[in-house]
């Protein structure tokens, strides 16, 4: 037996530093090998670390809402009992490592071959929860696969506003329901305060005299977490990467016609399907045509190279409470138009939940910017670092449009984008624009 100090491990995803966000545990608790300790905030996701130790807490180091490097003690547990040497290694820091065993003393959940934590956040199954609240759905209208995707994502019929024919809820109901209850479950509007403005102390005072705040005019916010993730990689590839941007107006009615075939589709009852999905099909099947779009930049000790990928890993932009995530779908070029459907539906709701991962985010080639779900009509997206093109779809109006010579009403919208100029020119960005916008104009070419 023994004091054993924890230190903060990297937790997989070349970590550098973390924020404390909410300590489980307070000294003098007793807890066991596995007991959640402490829940971090990473650049990339939330992460809740798992006591290598039982015993009794001693002190807590660091305090909730402080930034601390990899490998700074944050928490010492007196009478330390280790999970067993053949379950447990220590990494060159301290923190459990890789050397695991499968058979032995406890096993440490949560820290694998490479180090990595995964999350223990308690998970409420949502048919469960469904099961519980079925009486007060009796007599809503809803076919059985709309019933199922309900349970599915524990949304109570009852409290579905329904828009189908006789008042029947739709599966475009169901998921609308799902997705505002999944946005703003943990998020209250507040009362407007008497004070128009405050402070927020987020540092120590420095040592040299600096002109003084006033409290009452001014707010200071502190840059940490995927804020911080995010404005060093977006200025990092402002500064870096030259960008060109153009973009297109679209006449997407043909596209609107078949994302409504394919939401009255028996295939897709269960499936959220938009126009997104359409989109997401077009970029895939034009980086297929211009590939350099897919590439990137690659600095190295034998000079500047341009890495082409033959494959897709999708990335879809997702503002989040967290903030803005772009996870991706990997290998999206082999998926059918069911299976992207699908994966563009967890992704979303995956992110909307604050349960991206940072492989989810790792990886990705080349991304989708859905500005059009905030009314916006086009816009000059940052590429993501490590890639050579995003593509932003503006908002879908009905707008006069010229169709063989007369003026019509249209689903019209716009397809704008920005690329790496040292990877892609100017013909090879117009072409890959206009292949996107052929598709949403007609998308029969994606029977090719």
């Known amino acids: 037996m023994s004091t054993q100090t924890f230190v903060l491990p990297d937790v997989g995803e070349g970590l550098t530093e973390a924020e404390i966000v909410s300590w489980r545990v307070a000294p003098g608790d007793t807890v066991a090998v596995n007991d959640v300790l402490v829940e971090i ?24 809402g402080d930034t601390v490097n990899v490998g700074a003690p944050i928490i010492t547990i007196a009478d330390a009992a280790a999970a067993a040497p053949a379950t447990v290694g220590q990494s060159e820091h301290g923190a459990p490592g890789a050397d695991a065993a ?47 995707l309900a349970r599915d994502l524990g949304v109570d019929l009852a409290d579905v506003v329904p828009s189908g024919p ?22 209250e509007t507040p009362e407007w305060s008497d004070v128009r403005e405050e402070t927020i102390p987020v540092a120590a005072p420095p040592a040299a005299a ?43 009615s043909r596209t609107m016609e078949l994302v409504k075939r394919l939401k009255s589709s028996p295939d897709f009852a269960d499936v959220k399907v938009s126009p997104l999905l359409i989109m997401a099909r077009a970029v895939i099947w034009a980086v297929r045509r211009t590939p350099m779009v897919n590439a990137a930049w690659i600095d190295s000790d034998e000079g500047a190279q341009i890495r082409v990928r ?45 349960k991206t991962t940072p492989a989810d985010q790792s990886g990705g080639t080349i991304t989708i910017t859905n500005i059009g779900v905030f009314g916006v009509d086009a816009g000059t997206p940052i590429i993501n670092p490590g ?13 006069p449009w010229v169709v063989d010579g007369e003026v019509r009403p249209r689903w019209v919208t716009t397809v704008s984008g ?31």
Do not use: C
């Open 41 to 64: 905030e990473t650049a990339k996701s939330l992460v809740e670390l798992p006591s290598p130790f039982g015993g009794t807490v001693g002190s807590l180091l660091v305090a909730e």
């Open 102 to 148: 499968d058979d032995g003393g406890a096993v440490l959940v949560g820290y694998g071959t490479g180090g990595q934590v995964t999350s223990r956040r308690k998970k409420v199954d949502p048919a469960r929860v469904a099961e519980e609240r079925v009486g007060s759905s009796v007599g809503v209208v809803a076919k059985p696969p709309i019933r199922k």
């Open 166 to 187: 006789s008042r029947e809820v739709t599966r475009d109901d169901v998921m609308k329901h799902a997705s505002q209850a999944s946005v703003f479950r943990n998020i």
């Open 210 to 252: 600096s002109a003084p705040v006033d409290e009452a005019r001014e707010e200071t916010i502190a840059v940490k977490g995927v804020r911080k993730a995010t404005a060093s990689a977006m200025t990092s590839s402002a500064y870096t990467a030259p960008h060109v941007s153009v973009w297109v107006d679209v006449d997407a």
């Open 310 to 354: 033959h494959y897709v890993n999708l990335g879809i932009a997702a503002a989040t409470p967290r903030g803005l995530l772009v996870p991706n779908i990997k290998d999206a070029q082999a998926l059918n138009t069911r299976e992207l459907a699908r994966a563009l539906e967890k992704l979303t709701l995956t992110a909307r939940e604050g």
């Open 387 to 399: 890639e050579v093109g995003i593509v932003a779809l503006g908002a879908i109006r009905q707008k």
């Open 418 to 448: 920005s690329f790496d100029h040292r990877v892609v020119d100017g013909d090879g960005v117009s072409r890959f624009i206009a292949d996107i916008a052929s598709v949403l104009e007609e998308p029969a070419l994606l029977l090719d």
